[in-house]
């Protein structure tokens, strides 16, 4: 190995991608491929297939379930983002001191990251339902009458998407207080000499210098919550009638209920364009502003 | 750092240890895969020992128990198990003996998932004969039988008597049920008058398999052909929009419970949240429990019956049953025989099992004394002779079912017009039926 | 900072009110779990009458009692830390290696193949999950470790984070060493690797978090219920009417099977924040 130069192209330099490369191609590149190919195929998860070209993708924009589910996807997408960028970015300013009040506080906002999906919607199945729910309760010591946050077409999104926030808040808090760390004290220092209020320190210091962590939060979220799955799964089947079926879910329905893995194959190439478009779409305009500076 | 490839491999190496590990001695090894919940067996102390979970458990313990050659392996799956299952046969590696619902049997059997039963029944002593009509048909596909019928169920009107009575709705300790759409409005009325309380207690939220059951019992009892054939559903009808009609009435007018899933119906019927509870023969153990527990609302009188007739001429109930069947894969011959004995032992223990509520599967222990005296048996016996299932080469029955419920509670929830729900519903299971390969 | 604070003449009751708002959404963040132990600890009857019960007495602690009368759970946790930790260590040692090479060494086809991996970012995992369910039954991989481990491994994300790590360490202190007599292998382990530390330690909080929490894959591909992990085994037995009788047994599993990793992060947490902090994330 000691021979290989890295200034010389060599291919025994090479040999220090080849693990991954092997396990990308054999489990990410090929499924992918894999997957363009049954497609185009009218399948069955038992075996046999057809060639149909591109029906299936026909029928994914004449399918009304479908359509809804992708509606859903990008509305819960659009619940969860914004307040998880801003609530975690707020909580990271705040609690971003050497003190142990400090301390405490980032570990209760970032314990419920560490739960699975499946004990999160446990949890919170009983505090959303209106039968003897956390909220329920709580509404009623108020002599208020329940909410049905879970079979309520417009509440139930709204209702997965706290669910969602509650549980991924930590994350993104955690990215942020690490890019804190980096913002050079002696920026604080001057600013205060220079008696700037607080709004100012934070639009014309603190914003701009963790600019670059905002922006990866925010891809890195919507990356994760386009894939919304195990919450609506396990709080509501997708229910009532679709309102909050997602589009993963709807791919494994098809795919595993269903047994049309041709059809679920389709759905899952429209998620991942989709999933495509938003990556380079983010690449380029973060490159613009780049460019800009 | 240093460490790092070092466990990297280590961690590879007990990896392969952990996957080829395969234990070898001379206990057979069989894989059960069953619904039904985790629990302790019924005994000493079981919070409810005539539940289907405590039940099974205690039956599968038993047999164990009985059979030290044989080593059960118990695979609980989350209801109704199908996901599980598909995912297992999709990987080539399905459990030997697994629980199954007649109407899901022909999805697996007309892909050849499942293996025909006749010769291992014969082998051990279990003759189909023996089996009553209606489970007997349930499991039999193209003259042969697929499976063990375990028992049939089917939903129910489940009663809080005490309720009934202060409604004024129950004569000679018998509750006075409607016999027309229009009857069961004005009881209802009467019965929300009286206790303050609906007079239904429905599980819709999350899961609306009931509503489906309810409009598939109606439409039977109205003798509506709604399956033409086993490819195409016709649900714009007169028929259908009637029995819609009828709860999304009793929804409006506040005569049922509302947003409640099935854990919070179930909770809330014993808690006394009103009169009658759809669900199934498999609550009739517990509910019973219920009515023995002083204090509780149940206590002043629990009764069961099938749906009254609201709609048409004939009587007549869905039905549906749970089977046991034995997915295709390589087995041993003495795999096989275990296999085999737990089924007979299973079939053996039907009685058992019809201690849940569900029908027996077996036509001696229906005739059966012992049977006959557990509460509640005679009043849902003509189940046995009214019950019906959808036509037998309806597949995807699961899928249709969330179809037609997921569109019935938009409608009755007033989400959207009766017809178009139905439209919808009959659209979506016909696209369904005409993808299948 | 509230020496600064008092420099700059701000008003401390702005101070104040800020950490009133923190107690009050931190009160907000516990309340589900609070509830969950509260649940936990209430006789199943009880609940089944009314979950406001959990508000007074008695408690017990009968349902942790039943949870250690059935071992199911510990295999799925311990299933659950192993495949996690493989995961992690796998994806470390295959991330490291590769944003070496792509960071530092020139090799025939590197640019082509880092752009082939950074296409890779944009592949959802859903995406490709029901051919890689064909391919795993057809290696006869499900239900077994690997199984649940190696899907783990293919996320570029971990490459592309050390790729870029790599490349922010000036190549001078390479070369220093190469002068000095170390070999290429010797730079990469003394020397690039240590300054990689919080990186690695981001993509391994990050990697054994979303291994953990993984549903859907183990779903589908452990199905026996020894190879069940944590997220599938209790999802497994959240069956419907246990939802009714067995709340507080359902609570008592959910605070066991959070409980340890809790633990262990609560222990950690200064190290955890402290490793983050120092991250390429800038």
């Known amino acids: ?51 149909v070209g591109l029906e299936n993708f026909g029928r994914l924009l004449r399918d009304t379930v479908f359509l809804q589910a992708v509606r859903n996807t990008f509305y819960f997408v659009l619940l969860t983002v914004p307040p998880l960028a801003v609530i975690a970015l707020g909580l990271a300013i705040a609690l971003n001191r050497p003190t142990r009040a400090a301390a405490f506080f980032r570990g209760v906002f970032f314990s419920s990251s560490v739960l699975s999906v499946t004990i999160v919607t446990l949890i919170w199945r009983l505090v959303l339902i209106p039968d003897g729910g956390l ?12 909410i049905p946050l879970l079979s309520h077409p417009d509440l139930v999104l709204p209702a997965i998407a706290l669910t969602t926030v509650w549980w991924c808040l930590g994350l993104p808090m955690m990215l942020y207080l690490a890019a804190l760390q980096q913002v050079p004290a002696e920026l604080y220092e001057a600013a205060a000499l220079d008696r700037a209020s607080r709004w100012k320190t934070l639009t014309r210091i603190t914003l701009p210098s963790i600019r670059r962590t905002l922006v990866l939060v925010v891809i890195i ?45 389709a759905a899952s190439e429209i998620l991942f364009g989709l999933i495509l478009i938003a990556t380079v779409l983010q690449y380029v305009t973060t490159r613009e502003k780049e460019a800009v500076r | 750092m240093r460490a790092l490839p070092r466990l990297a491999l280590i ?156 409604a004024g709705l129950v004569r000679d300790g018998q509750p006075v049920l409607p016999t027309s759409a229009d009857e069961l409005l004005a009881q209802a009325r009467q019965f929300k008058a009286a206790t303050g309380n609906p007079y239904l207690v429905q599980a819709m939220a999350n899961e609306t398999a009931s509503y489906t059951r309810n409009l598939y019992t109606y439409l039977m009892t109205q003798d509506a052909v709604f399956f033409t054939d086993p490819k195409h559903i016709k649900l714009t009808t007169p028929e259908a929009h009637r029995i819609v009609a009828l709860f999304k009435q009793m929804y409006d007018e506040g005569l049922t419970t509302k947003d409640q899933d099935y854990p919070a119906a179930t909770s809330g019927f014993m808690n006394g949240d009103g009169g009658v509870y759809l669900v199934g023969t498999w609550m009739i153990g517990t509910f019973e429990a219920e009515s023995h527990t002083p204090g509780r609302p149940l206590a002043d009188g629990y009764a069961v019956v099938p749906y009254p007739r609201l709609f048409g001429t004939k009587d007549a109930a869905f039905v549906d049953g749970h089977a046991w069947v034995v997915p295709h894969r390589d087995r041993t011959p003495a795999q096989r025989a275990a296999v085999y004995r737990l089924v007979k032992f299973l079939a ?76 919808d519903a009959e659209h979506r299971v016909n696209d369904l039926l005409f993808h299948l390969l | 900072m509230s020496a600064l604070d008092r420099a700059a003449g701000r008003n401390p009751w702005i101070d104040r009110l800020g950490w009133a708002a923190l107690t009050l959404a931190a009160l907000v963040m516990v309340a589900p779990l609070l509830w969950t132990v509260g649940l936990s600890l209430k006789a199943n009857g009880e609940l089944l009458r009314d979950t406001a019960s959990v508000f007074r007495g008695p408690y017990t602690l009968e349902n942790y009692g039943s949870i250690l009368a059935r071992p199911a759970a510990f295999r ?34 590197r640019k082509w193949l880092f752009a082939l991996v950074l296409f890779g970012l944009a592949v959802p995992e859903q995406s490709v999950i029901i051919t890689r369910h064909q391919l795993f039954s057809a290696l006869h ?45 010797q730079v990469f382990w003394k020397v690039l690797l240590p300054l990689t530390l919080p990186a690695q330690a981001t993509l391994g909080i990050f990697t054994f978090l979303s291994s953990w929490n993984d549903y859907w894959w183990p779903l589908i591909s452990a199905t026996r219920s020894e190879m069940f992990t944590l997220t599938v085994g209790v999802a497994s037995s959240q069956i419907n009417f246990a939802q009714t009788s067995g709340l507080g047994f359902l609570m008592a599993q959910a605070v066991f099977a959070s409980a340890p990793i809790l633990v262990v992060y609560v222990f950690f947490q200064k190290y955890i924040v402290r490793a983050v902090s120092g991250a390429a994330v800038r």
């Open chain 1, 1 to 51: 190995m000691s021979a290989a130069s890295p200034r010389r192209s060599s291919w025994t330099n090479g040999l220090f991608v080849t693990p991954y490369l092997v396990v990308y191609l054999v489990l990410l590149l090929y499924p992918l491929l894999a997957g363009v190919w049954l497609s185009l195929h009218k399948a069955d998860l038992f075996g046999g297939e057809a060639f």
């Open chain 1, 135 to 146: 909220i329920a309760n709580v509404l009623h010591m108020a002599g208020k009458p329940p």
């Open chain 1, 221 to 265: 979220q919507c990356v994760l919550q386009f894939q919304l799955f195990g919450q609506a799964q396990l709080l509501t089947q997708g229910g009532p009638n679709g309102a909050s079926r997602p589009l993963v879910l709807f791919i494994y329905e098809v795919g595993f209920r269903r047994w049309d893995i041709g059809y679920a194959a």
């Open chain 2, 11 to 166: 961690a590879a190496a007990a990896l392969s240890l952990f996957g080829c590990s395969r234990p070898h001695d001379d206990v057979t090894r069989i894989t059960v895969q069953r619904i039904f919940g985790e629990c302790r067996s019924a005994g000493a102390g079981a919070r409810n020992p005539d539940g289907e979970c405590e039940i099974i458990t205690g039956l599968l313990d038993q047999f164990q128990r009985e059979n030290p050659d044989i080593r059960l392996k118990v695979n609980i799956a989350a209801w109704p198990g199908y996901d599980q299952l598909s995912a297992q046969f999709a990987a080539g590696d399905p459990p030997d003996l697994v629980t199954m619902h007649m109407s899901a049997i022909s999805d697996y059997q007309s892909r050849g998932l499942i293996e025909p039963m006749g010769p291992g029944l014969e082998s051990v002593g279990v003759d189909p004969a023996a089996f009553t009509r209606a489970a007997r048909e349930g499991v039999t596909k193209n003259g042969q039988v697929w499976g063990l019928p375990f028992d049939n169920w089917a939903p129910l009107w489940h009663i809080n008597l005490g309720q009934f009575r202060q």
């Open chain 2, 348 to 423: 053996d223990h039907d009685y058992d099992w019809s201690r849940t509520g569900h029908l027996p599967s077996m036509q001696a222990v229906i005739d059966s004394p012992r049977f006959k005296a557990l509460p509640h048996r005679q009043a849902i016996a003509p189940l046995a002779t009214i019950g019906q299932t959808l036509p037998p080469q309806v597949q995807r029955q699961f899928a249709i079912q969330d179809i037609i419920g997921d569109e019935m509670a938009s409608a009755i929830t007033g989400r959207k017009p009766i017809d178009t729900a139905l439209a």
């Open chain 3, 76 to 109: 799925w946790l311990a299933n659950s830390l192993l495949v996690s930790l493989c995961t992690t260590a796998g994806v470390l040692a295959l991330s490291s290696l590769a944003g070496y090479g792509f960071a530092r060494l020139k090799f025939p086809g």
């Open chain 3, 141 to 185: 991989l499900h239900n077994t470790y690997p199984g649940l481990i190696l899907p783990g491994l293919a996320a570029p994300f971990g490459v592309f984070l050390m790729t870029q790590y790599f490349k922010a360490i000036p190549v001078e202190l390479d070369e220093a060493a190469m002068l000095d007599g170390a070999s290429r292998r």
